[in-house]
Antibody, heavy 117, light 108 residues
């Protein structure tokens, strides 16, 4: 059973960089899947942020591409998200997830990140 | 970019009702569509993939159909635990992806 757990600061100041890590257990990141980040602003819908393969190949949402970096650490079985120059519009619950061609079958519980001074 | 438009964005229904939600893609995506159910404070749950294949463990009252640009999610007889928000997701450009705007199903 694949389990994912997000971690990182729950409060980030405007213009700073949001950093989150997703720890994966029950499955080796190197075994397959793309590993993705999805976010959901309070009371709004889901937004795909981007995904990474264990080789390091990345794919980003064009609307966020200039500010997003996703990386993977296979030795720690985890992957990470960095989002730079954040504003209040980046306040959201951030989910990490497995990303198969058929859909997302495993999700983290989500972590709320608030952008505020 | 492929855009997904869900309709309606909100619907009110009663237990036992048949409910249909539509997802339209801005360009053809074959059958590369998934449906999710999300309850408040929880991560989404995969219901259907490849437009019409039921995920393991999902009740058979849920069904999906469509291909190309128009897709539907149907709940044949709405149950109390089905009141939630439903999202479609296109995977035609996998591993890139987009979600529809969501449909909230509430109790009438």
């Amino acid at each position: 059973q694949v389990q994912l757990q997000e971690s990182g600061p729950g409060l980030v100041k405007p213009s700073e960089t949001l950093s989150l890590t997703c720890a994966v257990s029950g499955y080796s990141i190197s075994s397959g899947y793309y590993w993705g980040w999805i976010r959901q602003p309070p009371g709004k819908g889901l937004e795909w942020i981007g995904s990474i393969y264990h080789s390091g190949s990345t794919y980003y949402n064009p609307s966020l591409k200039s500010r997003v970096t996703i990386s993977v650490d296979t030795s720690k079985n985890q992957f990470s998200l960095k989002l730079s120059s954040v504003t209040a519009a980046d306040t959201a619950v951030y989910y990490c997830a497995t990303q198969a061609a058929s859909g997302i079958d495993y999700w983290g519980q989500g972590t709320l990140v608030t952008v505020s001074s | 970019d492929i855009q997904l438009t869900q309709s309606p964005s909100f619907l009110s229904a009663s237990v036992g009702d048949r409910v249909t939600i539509t997802c339209r893609a801005s360009q053809g995506i074959s059958s590369y569509l998934a449906w999710y159910q999300q309850k408040p404070g929880k991560a989404p749950k995969l219901l259907i993939y490849a437009a019409s294949t039921l995920q393991s463990g999902v009740p058979s009252r849920f069904s999906g159909s469509g291909s190309g640009t128009e897709f539907t999610l149907t709940i044949s007889s709405l149950q109390p635990e089905d009141f939630a928000t439903y999202y479609c997701q296109q995977l035609n450009s996998y591993p890139r992806s987009t979600f529809g705007g969501g449909t909230k199903v509430e109790i009438k």
